[in-house]
């Protein structure tokens, strides 16, 4: 099983709608979860982090955890064209240092 | 201003030649990173730095090497052992002093074998 896991294709929503992102990972002890932003082309920018079951909001951004069933979500409300990008789900698995594991990333457009 | 830099943007490298990435970070970070990105892919970790002169392998180390002399800097060399370099590296740090240390990246390096 890979550590972190995004399996969903791209990911097409109207402007203004609510795109859903889901990522699971395999390590019970992970302790922080990091939702990156990457625009093609660019280098990744990080635009959430969570660390608490529940829910953290940020603007237009809200993440998700829910570490009993091991999975992170990211919901971006009211889309824009701008959040068109691939969206990378990272975990730092318990192992005593500061490395992050990362999945493949779901691409999200936004179509005006 | 404080942030992570990251030369040349592109790289253009003939096959058997040996070529360094540079890194460098202001923003105080103890810690380093070297990831690889290829297209359609997610980020492998090459090589990792918590502390100067200290340095280890990540996932995809054989073909690369690396050192950290100063805190501020972690440059990437490719050697030609590295059969399949092409491909965008990133670069990134982070503090080690939290409980939770989140990784900035730099701009990145796009290199090509011709």
């Known amino acids: 099983q890979k550590e972190v896991e995004q399996n969903s294709g791209p990911l097409s929503v109207p402007e203004g709608a609510i795109a859903s992102l889901n990522c699971t990972y395999s390590d019970r002890g992970s302790q922080s979860f990091f939702w990156y932003r990457q625009y093609s082309g660019k280098s990744p920018e990080l635009i959430m982090f969570i660390y608490s079951n529940g829910d953290k909001e940020d603007g237009r951004f809200t993440a998700q955890l829910n570490k009993a069933s091991q999975y992170v979500s990211l919901l971006i409300r009211d889309s824009q064209p701008s959040d068109s990008a691939t969206y990378l789900c990272a975990v730092n698995p318990n192992y005593g240092n500061n490395r992050l594991a990362f999945g493949k990333g779901n691409q999200v457009v936004v179509i005006p | ?114």
């Not at chain 2, 490298?13 to 297209?39: F, I």
């Not at chain 2, 002399?69 to 590295?82: R, Y």
Request: contains cysteine; glycine residues 8%.
């Open chain 2, 1 to 114: 201003d404080g942030g992570i830099t990251q030369s040349p943007k592109y790289l253009f490298r003939k096959e058997g030649q040996n070529v360094t990435l540079s890194c460098e970070q202001n923003l105080n970070h103890d810690a380093m990173y070297w990831y690889r990105q290829d297209p359609g892919q997610g980020l492998r970790l090459i090589y990792y730095s918590q502390i100067v002169n200290d340095f280890q392998k990540g996932d995809i180390a054989e073909g690369y090497s690396v050192s950290r002399e100063k805190k501020e800097s972690f440059p990437l060399t490719v050697t030609s052992a590295q059969k399949n370099p092409t491909a965008f590296y990133l670069c990134a740090s982070s503090m080690t002093s939290g409980h939770y240390n989140e990784q900035f990246f730099g701009p990145g390096t796009r290199l090509t074998v011709l």
